[in-house]
């Protein structure tokens, strides 16, 4: 769980990491029975966990993205311009 993301942005979060077959890593203080209860049914889901470990010599990757950009910034007003949207398989 990333500070500031609502529960669907989290399981999002969690499943896109899954689906691209991304080792996953647990950000958060396992000792903390709060947030571990909270997330379970996330990091425990089997059927995400089985989508990750089915890994078939390719992670994914965009196969579609938007030619218009949107401006983000970043720490100490670092500007990154990145694609308004893309699709990944």
Same mark, same amino acid.
Do not use: C
């Given at each position: 769980?990333? &500070?500031?993301?609502?529960?669907? /942005? $989290?399981?999002? !979060?969690?499943?896109? %990491?899954?689906?691209?077959? @991304?080792?996953?890593?647990? @950000? !958060? &203080?396992?000792?903390?029975? $709060?947030?571990?209860?909270?997330? %379970? !049914?996330?990091?425990?889901?089997? /059927? ?6 089915? #890994? !078939?010599? &390719? ?11 949107? &401006?983000? #910034? ?6 990154? +311009?990145?694609? /308004? #949207? +893309? #699709?990944?398989?």
């Amino acid at each position: 769980v990333r &500070d500031g993301l609502t529960m669907a /942005e $989290t399981r999002t !979060h969690f499943g896109a %990491w899954a689906i691209i077959s @991304s080792p996953l890593v647990l @950000s !958060h &203080d396992v000792n903390n029975n $709060t947030v571990m209860n909270r997330i %379970w !049914h996330i990091i425990a889901n089997t /059927e995400v966990l089985t989508v990750n470990q089915a #890994y !078939h010599g &390719d992670a994914g990757g965009v196969y579609f993205k938007s030619n218009t950009t949107v &401006d983000l #910034y970043a720490k100490r007003n670092f500007l990154v +311009q990145v694609p /308004e #949207y +893309q #699709y990944f398989s």
